[in-house]
């Protein structure tokens, strides 16, 4: 391996050595209790590398979702001509993006243990909200730019704000059924048909659902 590949892979061990010790930490007595210095003390670094390698504090939890964003916009723009952003969105959560319906064994105690930090701290709940709101208004961007809609054109941000939602309705099942130590299996499997058949409804549209009984 070359010292450039050498290096990179070190940083990356770094990277992941500060998360594992931060998600302990934050597991043990919650996300709002533990300080930086001490999650750099239980990684065996300073302060100042914590900072190097993550912003802020929250960053450390969601590092993975800038990762998201970006594979789910690639998804979305990279498609076949004569895909539909719905097709490309459902290809990319239910086949690409595997997170949230893998079966891996060794997942789920990761999984587990990340979802009861989340559910278990306002302060983290609120900053995820923040961040799929920059999803959507990102992937709105997107769809405009590709339809052409004139600026007061609401139908970019409906459809963006629709499919994110889909996608944190799923991350919420799977959240609070692996949090209650759900077998992983099951979880996958119900998730899977749940965005099954709300992305169904969405192709089919809004018109006859939920039409309330006399």
Do not use: C, W
Request: aromatic share 6%; charged share 25%.
């Amino acid at each position: 391996m070359s010292p450039a590949g050498l290096r990179e892979r070190k940083k990356e061990q770094t990277r992941q050595a500060i998360r594992e010790a931060a998600i302990r930490l934050f597991a043990d007595r919650g996300f709002e209790s533990v300080t930086v210095t001490e999650i750099a003390s239980e990684a065996n670094v300073s302060a100042a590398t914590v900072f190097n390698y993550f912003a802020t504090k929250d960053e450390i939890v969601f590092a993975g979702m800038e990762v998201f964003e970006t594979a789910l916009l690639h998804a979305i723009s990279d498609r076949e001509p004569g895909t539909s952003v719905l097709a490309a969105f459902k290809g990319f959560i239910l086949d690409t993006h595997g997170m949230l319906v893998s079966t891996d064994p060794d997942v789920a105690p990761r999984l587990a243990e990340i979802s009861r930090v989340i559910l278990g701290s306002p302060a983290l709940l609120d900053r995820e909200g923040q961040i799929f709101s920059r999803f959507a208004r990102a992937l709105a961007g997107l769809i405009a730019e590709e339809t052409g809609a004139a600026a007061d054109d609401m139908s970019p941000s409906v459809a963006a704000n629709t499919l994110i939602g889909v996608h944190r309705a799923m991350l919420d099942q799977v959240r609070r059924r692996a949090a209650s130590s759900s077998p992983l299996l099951i979880i996958a499997g119900d998730v899977r048909a749940n965005a099954e058949r709300t992305l169904t409804l969405l192709a089919t549209g809004l018109g006859d659902y939920a039409i309330k009984s006399p």
